[in-house]
């Protein structure tokens, strides 16, 4: 099973991050992290590396069900979404598949969720994709 949902865009990084943090909010999902991948590598081990953020997004009500259906679920959340630069002028945004839950949990009421969290990633990843 692929644990991702990635589209790639002709576009620079930073306006495509902003793009992405606007179709997630869109669909309902806030910000509640954002890990600066370059400047962490950078500052903690002294390497260079692309432009790359992680989103840790966060729908409330999803979440809520989803942590209702199986308490250790919260180790998965949040919905962790990747912007990263591949080059000038290109940008992969990923999301993780919220199938993967699905997956790795017994509780049958997380399929539901899953569903619903996937359409709504997949929706904002379509936008992103659709305004580059």
Not at 13 to 32: I, N
Not at 70 to 88: H, K, Q, S, T, Y
Request: glycine share 6%; charged share 20%; proline share 5%.
């Amino acid at each position: 099973m692929s644990y991702a949902m990635t589209v790639r865009l002709s576009a620079g990084f930073a306006p495509t991050l902003e793009r992405v943090r606007a179709a997630l909010k869109d669909q309902g999902f806030g910000v509640l992290t954002e890990i600066d991948m370059r400047a962490t590598l950078r500052e903690k081990l002294g390497v260079e590396l692309a432009d790359y953020v992680i989103l840790g997004a966060c729908n409330p009500p999803l979440a809520h069900r989803a942590v209702q259906a199986d308490p250790a679920i919260g180790l998965l959340l949040p919905c962790n979404v990747v912007v990263r630069a591949e080059g000038p002028d290109c940008t992969v945004v990923q999301a993780m598949d919220p199938q993967v839950m699905v997956q790795l949990s017994d509780a049958s009421e997380l399929r539901a969720v899953a569903d619903e969290a996937g359409a709504r990633l997949r929706a904002a990843l379509d936008a992103v994709s659709t305004d580059a």
